[in-house]
């Protein structure tokens, strides 16, 4: 049995998606296709102070999440933000706050 079977899907996928941003260079590259309507990836390189080839590694982690969407075109690769699974993530991830904010304990003072 794998240990991460121990917790519950909700749990498994949040900590995903954690994992998934845990990365400033994948920060930085969301950010960067939020200003952008869609961009070449060629073009997030030359945004983001690491080479192609790591750029390269984020993109298909962030892809594989489904934070990105990606659209071959010849030999260039498009990739623009999945704004339906960013929804679902921000609801997830707001549930998730809003269920730790709704039971502050009173009892723990710091």
Known sequence: MIK???FNQQEQELALIAKALSHPARIAILDFLAQSSCCISGDISNEIPLSRTTVSQ???ELKKMGFIQGT???VRINYCLDNKKLQEIKEEFNHFFNKLLDNPNPNCEV
């Open 4 to 6: 991460t079977e121990l």
């Open 58 to 60: 984020h993109l298909t």
């Open 72 to 74: 071959v075109e010849g």
